[in-house]
């Protein structure tokens, strides 16, 4: 048993626990993007950023992937986290500026503009490759994945063309937290041969 | 291992996503009485939550777990890694998704929806109490391999097996090295540069000491599954030969054949690719003037003109090499892009081969020495001269690799290629991993390619064989078996089965169909298609689905509606309409099945027996089963239930179809909608004893009758569509024999409705 302190409120953890798993036992809320329970974390979108106080030191830590230690003080709410939270958020309205559940969530915290430059207005997805995760672990495929490094990175398959080894079970789909997946969707699984036709309402 | 029944249920309280919105301690005090175990956790999929199942499961001696909280696509493989060990397997695990299905869809006060969550729940218990658990089995898989069908992607797959030390079997028309290069420009042509290091290959691999090869052979039978085969093969002499094999390797190439007269083909002057290059083989070089035509525009198969293209290059460029007078030309439509390299490109401008485009729009016509095409740059119609037009050669499979391909049971789709699996499901769901198909047979590829999949083919063996030695392959535990005593062998579960896991045992006696469990997807629409019950899909059974729907009918309200939906298509559609934050009428009750397929005529009259108003499937999109036409299937049996409903005096339109498309959720919420409202106004069917009784005929003679069953089973698919052509018949004629049957069968059911006995075969 390792014991510590979210917002000064004791708690008990066991080895092998992540900060984030410990918080949301015991019913602390931290606000997480790219952290899905099926998947193995990975810290990609630094959303749930908490301070940690050890010794007299401070640090900013990302709970998902951050395992519990003896001892350890974890603060959740303070200026700090807040501050660095709505950075974050500021930085995803300026990345991926098409998606409401970003603006929804960036509202949330306050944040209603962003000082970064805009690149595409229509942009949803956040690179945070969950897709690439679920879709590898889960479905126990690669269907899909961040391709092209840098400024240039994006999520799809292959030559950004329909592949075979998409199954179609729609898990990158349900998962994905910006919604992002929508417009993808369909180049990685290829257009349905049979497509629904949509009535104009 | 056969114990009592102990049933975990695990509420989520998922943060602020249910425990607001859902009453759960109302909820647990109205399932804790039904379960053996029931408990509230916060998020049972971190590891505190997982941890606690596991401490609740060992102290309860818990084998049935049912987690209600999300969706089960995405969260059910965490929960059954975690409670492998504790020896709870897939299938004893159950997922009721409270977060997409009750919680987000409407607007409802708490308690309501723990009111609706109840009823999921129940109908999930009720399942898990008539699950048959079967215990976790090890496939084994020995050598030898039998690499058959002729095709040059046996050389390196065979290499690659007797490297490991296995066993191996080939057979092949010819032995002789030379003879096999000499006849290879017939499916591969323009790949001359790689005869000599492909030469060395089969000179090594036929001298392997742990190969055998059958000369002259031709494959003739093959009975069993995988990991126990006997094939037979015939020989030249007409002697028949029986190996047995653990594993098969279809090495298959493509035969090219000329087209038709329109191209002026006449095999001497006009030929194509592969008789070029015989001819240069056989004449040396030609003079004049040579025009490689890439007509696969014109074929109708833009696809292979680039694999045309690249060998009419390289054809060109040994011709240039040999007869520098020799004028080659490379005549294409404008729309293909030229394949070459920029270091090709340069070695082509040296070697001055004209690539000419022409317009895509007015068709090249062939005539005594010119060909006539507009060109792109002054829309005037130009002539190219020639001594001989060399056209793209046709690709298809036909002759002997398609009779192989066949008794392979590789041939699914009236497609000109081969695929491996017709069904599109998770890898853990097919037992068997290696690719058995290798070659140009496939799809359209150069011999590189083909040699690739050949090396491919043969290392996915190689582990698949290790991993069994090591006792690591597993069965998958959702797959069909037959009970042989009530198998008739009318084959129709073959008929319909597209995954190839159905097949004979051995060739003699009585013919019981078995299933290859390493083939097997689990998608059983074969199950609920076979007349006499002889089919279970086990851990997922017909029993079981029938105890689920019987459970939520009993508990529906008069305008509530029973919803199937497919894991390929509904249930995803229902799961993203609520991360799209969309609702849908709360009256809706979805349970998640793998397949629309799969849900026996038997289930859906039991839904309507045990007081469902409505029932709704939900399947995927037309023609994207990824099983076997499930959804074509569910078609007919729905259509079943519909003329028994005439015949009863109930309106047909409560039970109906749909499709949905996972990213169109807003369809979804239509198509529920739409269903609910219908159900809304018509009203329950009246609980008189004359409608119970004819509800309990119904359900009678979709469950037993076997003349019906077996109606359903041969109907197949629906009247226009293609697949199976042969077996369709004219609609409206099909339509009324089938009612004429129903009807028939259906007063014999009423009059024997209190002998029910009567109707159950033994």
């Known amino acids: ?201 | 291992m056969m114990t009592d029944t102990k049933i975990g249920v695990f509420l989520c309280k998922c943060g602020n996503e249910i425990a607001p919105l859902i009453d759960l301690p109302r909820l647990y005090s109205t399932i804790q009485p039904e379960a053996d175990y029931c408990e509230i956790l916060s998020f049972p999929c971190l590891q505190p939550g997982l941890e606690k199942i596991m401490s609740a499961a060992a102290a309860n001696r818990l084998n049935r777990i049912i987690i209600a909280g999300c969706e089960g696509r995405t969260m059910l493989k965490k929960f059954e890694t975690a409670l492998e060990p504790v020896d709870i397997l897939k299938g004893q695990i159950d997922m009721v998704n409270l977060h997409s299905h009750v919680a987000a869809v409407s607007d409802k006060s708490p308690l309501e929806k723990a009111a609706k969550a109840a009823k999921l729940i129940t109908a999930s218990i009720a399942e898990m109490r008539v699950l048959k658990a079967t215990e976790q089995e090890r496939a084994r898989i020995d050598g030898p391999v039998v690499v058959v069908g002729n095709g040059i992607s046996s050389f390196p797959a065979v290499q690659k097996i007797t490297e490991a030390g296995i066993e191996c079997m080939l057979s092949v028309p010819e032995a002789d090295p030379d003879k096999i290069i000499r006849n290879l420009h017939l499916s591969y042509p323009g790949e001359r540069t790689h005869y000599d290091r492909l030469k060395t290959l089969i000179k090594d691999t036929m001298g392997s000491k742990n190969l055998t090869v059958f000369e002259h052979s031709r494959l003739t039978e093959l009975v069993g599954v995988t990991g126990n085969y006997t094939l037979t093969f015939t020989l030249q002499n007409g002697q028949e030969e029986t190996v047995k094999a653990g594993a098969i390797i279809a090495a298959l190439d493509a035969e090219l054949s000329p087209p038709g007269p329109e191209f002026g083909y006449d095999g001497c002057s006009v030929l194509i690719q592969s008789e070029m290059e015989e001819h240069i083989t056989r004449n040396g070089t030609p003079k004049g003037q040579v025009v490689f035509w890439i007509s696969d525009y014109e074929y109708g198969t833009p696809e292979h003109a680039t694999l045309s293209a690249k060998s009419a290059w390289t054809m060109a460029m040994h011709m240039k090499a040999c007869s520098p007078e020799t004028n080659v030309m490379i005549f294409h439509n404008e729309k293909m892009a030229i394949p070459l390299t920029g270091a090709e490109r340069a070695v082509n401008r040296k070697a001055q081969i004209a690539w000419i485009p022409y317009d895509n729009a007015v068709r090249p016509s062939v005539q005594d020495g010119y060909v006539t095409f507009c060109n792109l740059r002054d829309h005037v119609e130009h002539e190219l001269a020639w001594d001989f037009l060399v056209l793209s050669p046709k690709r298809g499979i036909s002759g002997e690799a398609k009779t192989t391909a066949k008794i392979l049971g590789l041939v699914h789709r009236e497609t000109p290629f081969l695929t491996g699996h017709h069904a599109k499901v998770r890898p853990e769901m097919i037992g068997r991993e290696e690719t058995y198909l290798a070659g140009s047979a496939r799809y359209p590829c150069d011999l590189q390619e083909a040699l690739n999949q050949g090396r491919k083919a043969g290392i996915r063996n190689v582990e698949m064989i290790e991993k069994s030695q090591a006792a690591q392959l597993l069965v998958p535990r959702i797959v069909c078996v037959v009970d042989p005593d009530k198998c008739v062998a009318c084959g129709q579960c073959q008929e319909l089965c597209d995954c190839g896991g159905i097949g004979i045992e051995m060739l003699s006696g009585g013919l019981p169909r078995v299933v290859d469990p390493m083939l097997c997807t689990g998608g059983g629409t074969c199950a609920a298609a076979c007349p006499y019950g002889a089919l279970v899909l086990q851990n997922n059974s017909t029993d079981q689905k029938e105890a689920r729907i019987a459970a939520l009918s009993r508990l529906m309200e008069p305008d509530e509606v029973v919803a199937m939906a497919c894991v390929w298509g509904g249930l995803p559609a229902a799961d993203n309409a609520h991360r799209r934050k969309m609702s849908y009428d709360p009256r809706t009750h979805i349970l998640g099945i793998p397949c629309v397929g799969q849900i026996d005529p038997a289930v859906m009259a039991r839904a309507f027996l045990e007081g469902a108003p409505g029932l709704l499937l939900i399947g995927c999109l037309p023609e994207e089963c990824h099983h076997s036409y499930g959804i074509d299937h569910a078609w007919n049996r729905v259509n079943l239930i519909k003329k028994l409903f005439d015949l009863c005096g109930f309106d047909r339109r409560r039970i109906a179809i749909a499709h949905a498309d996972m990213n169109k959720p807003e369809e979804f919420v239509k198509t529920v909608d739409a269903f609910n409202a219908l159900i809304a106004a018509l009203g329950p069917i009246p609980k008189t004893q004359a409608n119970l009784d004819n509800l309990a005929s119904i359900y009678q003679l979709c469950k037993y009758n076997t003349r019906i069953r077996t109606l359903l089973s041969v109907a197949l698919r629906r009247p226009w569509e293609k697949t199976y052509r042969g077996d369709q018949r004219h609609a409206l004629e099909f339509d009324r024999d089938f009612t004429a049957a129903i009807e028939e069968e259906f007063d014999f059911a009423e009059s024997a409705l209190n002998e029910p006995a009567f109707y159950r075969y033994a």
């Open chain 1, 1 to 201: 048993m390792i014991t510590f302190t979210i917002n000064d409120q004791q708690v008990t953890a066991k080895k092998g626990w992540t900060v984030l798993e410990t918080a949301r036992e015991y019913g602390i809320e931290i606000p997480t993007l790219c952290h899905h329970p099926a998947v193995k974390p990975s810290g990609a979108c630094r959303l749930c950023m908490v301070e940690l106080k050890e010794k007299g030191w401070s640090k900013l830590v990302a709970s998902c992937i951050y395992p519990v230690a003896e001892g350890i003080s974890i603060y959740t709410e303070t200026p700090r986290v807040h501050n660095v939270r709505r950075w974050i958020l500021e930085m995803l309205l300026a990345s991926c500026p098409g998606s409401p559940e970003i603006s929804t969530l960036a509202q949330a915290h306050g944040v209603v503009s962003t000082r970064f430059k805009i690149h595409d207005p229509s942009q949803t997805c956040m690179i945070c490759g969950l897709c690439q995760r679920i879709c590898e672990e889960v479905v126990g495929l690669s269907a899909i994945a961040v391709v092209d490094r840098g400024v240039h990175k994006k999520v799809g398959s292959p030559f950004m063309r329909p592949t075979d080894v998409c199954v179609a079970c729609g898990c990158c789909l349900t998962v994905c937290p910006t919604g992002a997946m929508q417009n993808i969707f369909d180049t990685v699984r290829g257009e349905p041969k049979m497509p629904l036709t949509q009535l104009a309402m």
